[in-house]
């Protein structure tokens, strides 16, 4: 049986083959510590944002970069989907399904006086359908069925506003009010 190796003569470089030289730990020297561009007044702690924001004023550079702005515009984005994304969910179901049922009333009718009735009806259930898909996501969404329990009269229900942006979707969706446009 051969003699155990001696610890020392594992250690030379002969013993690794040339091509795995560059592997081997500690053979080359750990390159120089890469300096920092950022200015002092960034790297001290003592300091408040604010104090920092009043410095960075008067050399006139910008106090919150631009990665950071859109960073927090997406999470404050992410924040609004989540919140009104059940609330959209159901309202574009019911928007669908009140499309589907006027649908089938407008293949039904006979008179041409209900059938013009129908169409406008049909063109706001389009732009209610539109408004719930196309919402801006980062902008709160405003309900276009609200609950039952906070309208208490029959005439408030009648009346009811719509949503700014639905407006704006009517007259992109329809180019206007849909009786002028025959």
């Known amino acids: 049986m051969a003699p155990k190796r001696k610890l020392s003569d594992s250690d030379a470089p002969e013993v690794v083959h040339p091509s795995r030289q560059v592997q081997v730990y500690g053979d080359e020297p750990k390159p120089a510590k890469k300096r920092k561009s950022e200015p002092a007044f960034n790297k001290k702690q003592g300091t408040g944002s604010s104090c920092q924001c009043a410095f960075r004023g008067r050399t006139g550079s910008c106090c919150i970069s631009a990665g950071i702005a859109s960073a927090e515009a997406e999470k404050i984005r992410q924040k609004m989907i989540k919140k009104y994304h ?5 309202e574009r179901q019911k928007a669908t399904r009140q499309l589907k049922k ?3 009333r407008l293949l039904e009718t006979q008179s ?5 009735q129908l169409k406008e009806e049909m063109h706001i259930l389009e732009v209610d359908l539109n408004y719930t898909q196309y919402h801006p996501l980062s902008e709160t969404y405003i309900s276009l069925y609200p609950p039952k329990g906070s309208e208490e009269d029959g005439e408030a229900k009648i009346n ?8 704006g ?3 992109v969706h ?6 002028s446009a025959t």
């Open 86 to 90: 059940m609330v959209r969910f159901f």
């Open 102 to 104: 006027l649908r089938k």
């Open 112 to 116: 041409t006086d209900e059938v013009e």
């Open 160 to 167: 009811k506003t719509k949503p700014p942006m639905w407006k």
């Open 169 to 171: 979707g009517r007259e």
């Open 174 to 179: 329809g180019r206007g009010n849909p009786r």
